[in-house]
């Protein structure tokens, strides 16, 4: 069973505009979250993560929001740029303690067109 | 800061000989490593964890004994294909954890194993 799931394949926005990705997660035991972005035949490049005490984290053009009642995620990107076109994975891990995995959803393909 | 880095990037090698792969953390000291699979549009399928100084901890379904895994140095670890054939051609990632951030994951390019 996938518990961490991006359920749009893809991704479609203009230069310029903003580029929303979600993320769902089914483990309640989740504490801390984390997007990845990566180009073909590269590892992925860390780009934001949030712990689940938190609601909000942002990084320059990236925003991370997280809805743990509704165990959603969400990744903003604004002003979306042709560079930001890749693979997008969200990523969540459970307590310092516990299992060390981080558990990938399937990634989501961003195009952002000039 | 939070370098990791992989070689090979890429190797071909004949069925039957070993391959092995290094995962370095060059800037930080990795408690944990990391080592992923990928195959083509699929996502990131975590093989094995592995601690310095300790046996890795594999996911179900992967061999041991074909995917050797040695941890010797909190910057160095390296996973060895061992007999390998063509259906173990993949794309091999690891990553790595430490540093100032210490429950984030840093990946490394990765390294593209074709077994002829």
């Known amino acids: 069973d996938q518990q961490v799931k991006q359920n749009s394949p893809s991704l479609s926005v203009q230069e310029g505009r903003i580029s929303i990705l979600n993320c769902d997660y089914t483990n309640s035991m989740f504490d801390y979250f984390l997007w990845y972005k990566k180009y073909p035949a590269e590892g992925p490049t860390f780009l934001i993560s949030i712990s689940s005490i938190k609601d909000k984290n942002e990084d320059g053009r990236f925003t991370v929001f997280l809805n743990k009642s509704a165990k959603h995620l969400s990744l903003h990107i604004v002003p979306s740029q042709p560079g930001d076109s890749a693979v997008y994975f969200c990523?969540?891990?459970?307590?310092?303690?516990?299992?060390?995995?981080?558990?990938f959803g399937k990634g989501m393909k961003l195009t952002v067109n000039p | 800061g939070a370098v990791v880095s992989q070689h090979p990037s890429r190797v071909i090698c004949k069925s039957g000989t070993s391959v092995k792969i290094e995962c370095r953390s060059l800037?930080?000291?990795?408690?944990?490593m990391f080592w992923y699979r990928q195959f083509p549009k699929k996502s990131l399928m975590l093989m094995a964890t592995s601690n310095e100084g300790s046996k890795a901890t594999y996911e179900q379904g992967v061999e041991k004994d074909k995917f050797l895994i040695n941890h010797a140095s909190l910057t160095l670890s390296t996973l060895t294909v061992t007999s390998a054939h063509p259906e173990d051609s993949s794309f091999y990632i690891c990553?790595?954890?430490?540093?100032?951030?210490?429950?984030?994951?840093?990946f490394g390019p990765g390294t593209r194993l074709l077994v002829l």
């Open positions: 990553s790595a954890k430490g540093g100032g951030a210490p429950r984030t994951q840093y």
């Open positions: 800037d930080f000291q990795a408690t944990t």
């Open positions: 990523a969540a891990s459970e307590p310092q303690g516990g299992s060390e995995k981080l558990v």
